[in-house]
């Protein structure tokens, strides 16, 4: 079984502050390191590395090939990776501060001038049984979710960023979100928290499987739910831990693996990450997870 991930791919500029800039204020930064990102290359790689068949689409400029490398470095498949001569590749301006928390502004570069034709191109040769995983960094979301259900491909929706660009999306072709509370809550209306918003997404998108993940995770199959606790580790960054999370769940549930597992191999994945500085450099490999044993859990 194999999953395509058509995502962003962005070269993230991280800079090391005490604190985030507020408005007017002018801070200097101890540190700047240049790493590469985008949610659709993080969770590409950690897909790979949790051992999945693999397989991205995006777009980036000549500034961006590098990326391009790394991926195929890492065991995932680039064929559909273009490298652009009419425009830059995506970037992310990202403060890191003191306590590992980040705050990010974003350039979409390359990732929103994928077109229609770059999509039939992309999925040409892909049907039922194949898995589709979208974030929403990327231009055409709406038509690539359309092509994919006539497709019959199984489509899991990372929708970040949440936003109105969200609307336009065939929601109900969605058979899997992976999503944090703030966005589950930006798609139900729903202001509570925890199993009463993950109840709220199966009110709204029944048909779907929903995996909602922040300071530990939830997932609900049917009305089935199995909870899982976040595990407890001396925090460095935290931006890749959402894409490793999101990895190594679909890896562990497309090879078979019981939910919980598939949970609790996740939760170790993203706490191994954040540990770690960066984006894509932060994620673990699969035997690192395996042998991985934290202290407590939140």
């Known amino acids: 079984m194999r999953i395509l991930n058509f995502g962003s791919l962005n070269i993230d500029y991280v800079y090391g502050v005490d604190h985030f800039a507020a408005k007017g204020q002018t801070i200097t930064s101890h540190a700047l390191d240049v790493f590469p990102g985008g949610k659709g290359l993080n969770q590409s790689i950690a897909l790979a590395r949790a051992g999945a ?52 502004v974003l350039y979409p ?9 770059f999509v039939d191109q992309v999925l040409d040769g892909y049907g039922k049984g194949d898995w589709l995983l979208l974030q929403n960094e990327i231009s055409e979301l709406p038509y690539i979710v359309s092509r994919a259900k006539a497709r019959g491909m199984f489509i899991v929706l990372n929708p970040s960023p949440a936003d109105s660009r ?41 048909q779907a499987d929903i995996a909602l993940g922040e300071c530990g995770s939830m997932y609900l199959r049917g009305d089935h739910v199995v909870t899982q606790s976040a595990y407890l580790v001396d925090t460095v960054d935290t931006t890749a831990a959402g894409d490793t999370f999101t990895g190594y769940l679909l890896a562990d549930l497309m090879s ?42 939140a």
């Open 53 to 104: 068949d693999v397989h991205h689409a995006g777009q980036v400029g000549r500034d961006g090939m590098f990326l391009r490398d790394l991926l195929e470095s890492c065991a995932v498949g680039v064929t559909s990776v273009v490298v652009r001569d009419d425009v830059r590749s995506g970037n992310a301006i990202i403060q890191n501060d003191a306590s590992g928390d980040n705050c990010i």
């Open 109 to 117: 570069g390359a990732n929103r001038a994928i077109d229609r034709d």
């Open 166 to 206: 969200l609307d336009e999306v065939d929601l109900d072709a969605i058979g899997c979100f992976v999503l944090n509370e703030g966005e589950a809550a930006m798609l139900t209306g729903a202001e509570e928290d925890g199993e009463t918003l993950i109840r709220a997404m199966r009110a709204r998108f029944s």
């Open 256 to 297: 078979g693996e019981p939910i919980a597992h598939a949970l609790d191999f996740a939760a170790k994945a993203s706490a191994l990450a954040v540990s770690r500085r960066g984006a894509a450099p932060s994620i673990p490999m699969r035997e690192e997870v395996a042998v991985f044993t934290p202290c407590a859990r």
